[in-house]
């Protein structure tokens, strides 16, 4: 199979995780992260994310929904447990690996983001810090609400 990525014949998978188990599949029980992709995009890191500090004091206010390939992270999101509304998420960032970006796995991200959400009866609302990266993802984001019946706000509409 020419030209074929090894992990393109491995099953790709989304879920959510807590903010523990983010943690120790990254750092595994060190100070640095020991998967140099989630090291700063100045320090070589591939997600646009932001950092887990603060992460580690409030981990119960955090969730991450994850798109794997075998058991490589390809993407990232981040929801925060919203301090103002019951059972709402924001949702502060979604971020490919380049290598897999332009495939379809953002919106199979989304999805998950949306299923999550519709199994926990939360809403969800974009952020105000991600309202550029969102740009690309609204009408989807949309059309994911409409399917899951979730409230999203989109903080661009407001």
């Not at 059972?87 to 379809?104: A, R, T, V």
Request: charged share 30%.
């Amino acid at each position: 199979m020419e030209g074929l990525n090894k992990n393109e014949n491995l099953a790709t998978t989304t879920k959510t995780l807590t903010a523990d188990a983010l943690i120790e599949i990254i750092y595994k029980g060190k100070n640095l992260p020991q998967d140099k992709r989630f090291l700063s995009k100045e320090e070589g890191g591939v997600f646009e994310y932001s950092a887990l500090e603060g992460t580690s004091i409030y981990r119960e206010h955090f969730c991450f929904p994850v798109i794997k390939i075998g058991d490589k992270i390809i993407g990232l999101s981040k929801l925060q447990k919203d301090p103002y509304k019951d059972k709402n998420y924001w949702i502060q960032f979604l971020s490919i690996d380049p290598e897999y970006q332009e495939k379809g796995y953002a919106s199979k991200l989304a999805e998950e983001i949306f299923r999550f959400a519709k199994q926990e009866g939360y809403s969800l609302e974009t952020s105000s810090y991600t309202e550029i990266g969102f740009e690309k993802l609204k009408g989807l984001f949309n059309k994911l609400a409409e399917k899951y019946s979730i409230n999203f706000i989109d903080k661009g509409k407001l």
